[in-house]
């Protein structure tokens, strides 16, 4: 149980267009979902956290206009990159937790999603 | 939230006991110490998690000291797949009302030998 999903794995995309990725809590419903990014050799840096039915909120310097998150339902949220740029080229990754799984605040990742911006 | 000083890399060989030290001098009343093993382009995975004292898992333990200020992740008889980045986060009590935000260190890249 606990498994967490992203669509796609990997994406290539030219520079500005925009891409959307789906993280999908598939065994339990998530009312708080995180999105990460990391960069190569990187730890992961928390960009912003989004509970369902709430707009997201963003860590400083994520733009909240070019990273738009969408938590629609207890056990999907979207992040689309907007007119992405190579600089935007990294590992996506996104997290699920809920209240009533796990100890504490036990968050529970997905596999990530490697974006490259050509 | 409290933030975390780990060894940027460990080295070991198969079948010995690794041991990972974090320091967390900061670490606050509500915060909990949680552990995550991260190989290359995957997402993390929850190893343990502790308040104080000793935890105990089928894959690891976990130990606390009194002053809780520092906390070692123990590997028993490391194997080759145990190659990754292991971070150490301390974290706020979903249920003190926090959001539950994960501030994620650098790690500590462990390396298993044959």
């Known amino acids: 149980g606990a498994v967490v999903s992203q669509h796609p794995s990997r994406v290539i995309c030219k520079s500005g267009t925009s891409v959307k990725i789906e993280c999908r809590s598939l065994?339990?419903?998530?009312?708080?979902m995180f999105w990460y990014r990391q960069f190569p050799k990187k730890s992961l840096m928390l960009m912003a956290t989004?509970?369902?039915?709430?707009?997201?909120?963003?860590e400083q310097g994520v733009e909240k206009d070019k990273f738009l998150i969408n938590h629609a339902s207890l056990t999907l949220s979207t992040l689309t990159v907007t007119s992405a740029h190579p600089e935007d080229s990294s590992f996506y990754i996104c997290?699920?937790?809920?209240?009533?799984?796990?100890?504490?605040?036990?968050?529970?990742f997905g596999p990530g999603t490697r974006l490259t911006v050509l | 939230l409290a933030k975390t000083t780990q060894p940027i890399s460990m080295d070991s060989y198969e079948g010995q006991e690794v041991n990972i030290t974090c320091s967390h001098n900061?670490?606050?009343?509500?915060?909990?110490i949680t552990w995550y093993q991260q190989f290359p382009s995957q997402g993390p995975r929850f190893i343990i998690q502790?308040?104080?004292t000793k935890v105990t898992n089928e894959v690891a333990s976990l130990f606390i000291p009194a002053d809780r200020k520092s906390s070692t992740l123990s590997l028993p008889r490391v194997s080759l797949s145990d190659t990754a980045v292991y971070y150490c986060?301390?974290?706020?009590?979903?249920?003190?009302?926090?959001?539950?935000?994960?501030?994620f260190g650098k790690g500590t890249k462990l390396s298993v030998k044959p």
């Open positions: 997290s699920a937790m809920t209240s009533g799984r796990g100890s504490y605040n036990e968050q529970f």
């Open positions: 065994d339990f419903q998530a009312t708080t």
């Open positions: 989004s509970n369902e039915g709430s707009k997201a909120t963003y």
């Open positions: 900061n670490i606050a009343t509500n915060d909990y």
């Open positions: 502790g308040y104080k």
């Open positions: 986060l301390v974290g706020e009590t979903l249920y003190g009302g926090s959001q539950g935000n994960l501030i």
